[in-house]
């Protein structure tokens, strides 16, 4: 079992940034790529980011040259950082491990406002 903890979700203006840090625990050893998804409301859960154990990592074009996701894995913890935020990125954001089955968070909120 892998338990993920995700924190710095909040609101800011659009152009502002955010970055959320994702801190795992439990069955750290076998947690293979991580990453963030998002949804808003009425909407389906999206891709926005993943890493890799190795540190490959996959944008959403929606996100690509904004977002940026990293990962210590000393502190198996993963962060997103958010640049040029505007309001159509407002959503949960879940982070999610992949450990012989996908592990989610609780979610944090992000909203952007114009």
């Known amino acids: 079992q892998v338990q993920l903890a995700e924190s710095g979700g909040g609101l800011v203006q659009a152009g502002g940034s955010l970055r959320l840090s994702c801190a795992a625990s439990?069955?750290?050893?076998?947690?293979?790529?991580m990453g963030w998804y998002r949804q808003a409301p009425g909407k389906q859960r999206d891709l926005v980011a993943t890493?890799?154990?190795?540190?490959?990592?996959y944008y959403s074009n929606l996100v690509k040259g904004r977002f940026t996701i990293s990962r210590d894995n000393a502190k198996n913890t993963v962060y997103l950082q958010m640049n040029s935020l505007k309001p159509e990125d407002t959503a949960i954001y879940y982070c999610?491990?992949?450990?012989?089955?996908?592990?989610w968070g609780q979610g944090t909120q992000v909203t952007v406002s114009s």
């Open positions: 999610n491990a992949y450990s012989r089955g996908h592990y």
């Open positions: 439990g069955s750290i050893f076998s947690i293979t790529t």
């Open positions: 890493i890799t154990s190795g540190g490959d990592t």
